[in-house]
């Protein structure tokens, strides 16, 4: 395996008394996408949000064990600087109320950059990485919420990008999305793998198949624990699982 | 067996086709009964600003709004000098009230909902807070002129002046400006506070950059029902403001309102022409302010329908 970029060691989260997730240690590779999957209420999205500290932000959320990246402590990082390096896409698309120019320009900005040359640069890279230039280069001032969902979330991506993150996690970036717009995003994923490492949650088993390079299935039992039942390369975990609950799950016998 | 089944459902239609006429009669007959309440309570409001704009309307002259109120039993001279107190007494009252009430608004649903989550005595600051906020909507506006009475005109010796009126009126509008603020905040989808934070924003940058300006349509209807507020109440200045009729030079001078002017030239003077073409002036004022809302609301909800 690669030098992995993230990595949890024991990880557990609680919700005050409940527990969340369960001793999860795993070691994510960089500069690839890997997807995490399971039924719903497995904590994979709890667990996404652990590489940005969003979980910091809900009142009563404890956790145990570690969680690194580039083999540092995350919890010893200041959570400003922290998200500045681990860019964030929500499942349903959320661009400001402000102008496509400015929606990309905020994570800049936040920053302290004022130079408006250095912005429109930025500007220009990031909603070129995203493949949402061609689409909006005549129209920069239009508001973000004037354009489709897919565009939407493109949007969000390249403001993402734009703060010049290592890594990037999505929670299911494509489900409030159509078929078409779902195919772009997953195009975009690939290609942003090149030079960034991707974590997606993903409901979707064809779509983790199709975009991740490495896969993590999450399992919860009646306990709503999540845990971490098996972790490997996406073409070994969907063709050869080792676990019967993997098995089980990606058959469609449950979840 | 077949025929049964069809004479069945024929009997089925033939109730519901029975039922349908009474049912629409029965609707006609209703509808009607609202149209007919509708009509009265606008007849009654149309009624009511129609007899103030028409019987005011005959005293307004370019005069009458260029002149000062003269004083006496009769009632002479104008209203200058008390369209110019309204706008000052408006405008200081929201000098005052505005940060205190944004500022209130901001803590209570920015910040003090998610550290009383973890803490059981600021949740119940909060819920006091809270209550006290909906108590004070719905005290009448003399009690808080007593109160300003007590405190700042004798206690702090601020006198009938335009500060003791603004600072009275600022606890009366305080109410409307923390609700409809808090209003606003919490119409602000969480997205946009998690997308922010999640590129590195600070939690007061995003509240500046991106939570108060999506929030400020609500927030400004809050400040405009409050102008209203100020131009309408009389009780309230009756007994901090005093009833001089020149025009304050400084915070410190009393003064007298449109609609404390009105109250005057109603009780104190023969002046009813007066008094009426007063009201009209007020009238026209509010019917203003409330079209400015209107416009102010309408763009509000307009970017909440293009939120979803």
Same mark, same amino acid.
């Given at each position: ?68 990246? *580039? ?116 195009? $975009? ?67 | 067996?077949?025929?049964?089944? $069809? ?166 509008? $305080? ?14 989808? *969480? *997205? ?65 309102? $449109? ?50």
């Amino acid at each position: 395996m690669n030098d992995s970029k993230l990595e949890t060691i024991d990880y557990s989260l609680y919700y005050g008394k409940y527990r969340a997730l369960k001793d999860i240690t795993i070691k994510i590779p960089e500069n690839k996408v890997t997807a995490l999957i399971g039924p719903s209420g497995c904590g994979k999205s709890t667990f996404l949000r652990s590489f940005n500290r969003m979980n910091d932000l809900i009142a009563g959320v404890r956790t145990e064990g570690m969680v690194l990246i *580039d083999g540092e402590d995350i919890l010893k990082t200041d959570p400003v600087a922290l998200r500045q390096n681990v860019g964030m896409v929500f499942q349903k698309p959320n661009p400001f109320p402000k102008s496509i120019f400015d929606n990309v320009a905020y994570g800049p900005r936040v920053t302290g950059l004022k130079d408006h040359h250095k912005l429109e640069e930025i500007v220009e890279r990031s909603l070129r990485s995203s493949a949402l230039w061609d689409e909006v280069k005549d129209n920069l001032g239009k508001s973000g919420l004037d354009l489709s969902g897919g565009q939407q979330q493109r949007l969000c991506i390249a403001r993402a990008l734009a703060v010049e993150p290592t890594v990037i996690l999505m929670d299911e970036p494509a489900a409030s999305l159509d078929p078409i717009a779902t195919l772009k995003i997953e195009d $975009l994923i690939h290609e942003l793998s090149a030079n960034y490492t991707i974590v997606i949650v993903t409901h979707n088993m064809q779509q983790a198949g199709r975009v991740s390079d490495f896969t993590a299935f999450f399992y919860t039992d009646e306990s709503r624990t999540g845990q971490l039942v098996e972790f490997s390369e996406t073409k070994t975990l969907f063709t050869n699982p080792r676990d019967r609950r993997t098995e089980d799950y990606i058959t469609g016998r449950f979840g | 067996m077949e025929e049964d089944r $069809l004479s069945g459902i024929s009997l089925i239609h033939q109730a519901q086709a029975q039922n349908l006429k009474k049912e629409s009669g029965r609707q006609s007959f209703w509808i009607g009964v609202m149209w007919f309440f509708a009509f009265i309570t606008v007849s009654i409001l149309i009624l009511v600003v129609g007899y103030v704009l028409v019987q005011g309307g005959k005293a307004i002259d370019w005069e009458f709004l260029t002149t000062s109120p003269k004083g006496g039993i009769s009632g002479e001279g104008g209203i200058s000098t008390t369209i110019g107190t309204t706008f000052y007494l408006v405008g200081l009252t929201l000098l005052i009230a505005t940060p205190l009430g944004v500022g209130a608004a901001v803590f209570l649903i920015e910040y003090a909902g998610e550290q009383s989550l973890s803490s059981k005595f600021l949740r119940s600051v909060i819920g006091v807070a809270n209550f006290a906020v909906e108590t004070l909507a719905g005290i009448p506006s003399i009690i808080f002129g007593l109160f300003g009475y007590a405190l700042f005109v004798s206690t702090l010796h601020f006198g009938f002046s335009l500060l003791s009126a603004a600072l009275a009126g600022a606890c009366l509008v $305080l109410p409307t400006i923390i609700r409809t603020t808090e209003e606003a905040l919490l119409a602000v989808p *969480d *997205d946009y506070r998690r997308g922010s934070l999640a590129l590195g924003a600070t939690k007061w940058q995003t509240l500046y950059r991106i939570v108060l300006p999506a929030g400020l349509p609500g927030i400004i209807t809050g400040i405009i029902l409050s102008v209203g507020r100020v131009i309408s109440e009389t009780a309230i200045f009756y007994v901090t403001l005093g009833g001089s009729y020149r025009l304050p030079t400084s915070i410190m001078d009393g003064g007298r309102t $449109l609609a404390l002017h009105l109250y005057y030239l109603a009780m104190d003077t023969r002046a009813f022409d007066k008094a009426m073409g007063t009201g009209a002036v007020l009238v026209v004022m509010i019917i203003l302010i409330n079209l400015l809302i209107d416009r102010v609301s309408r763009k509000l909800t307009a970017g909440v329908r293009k939120v979803r």
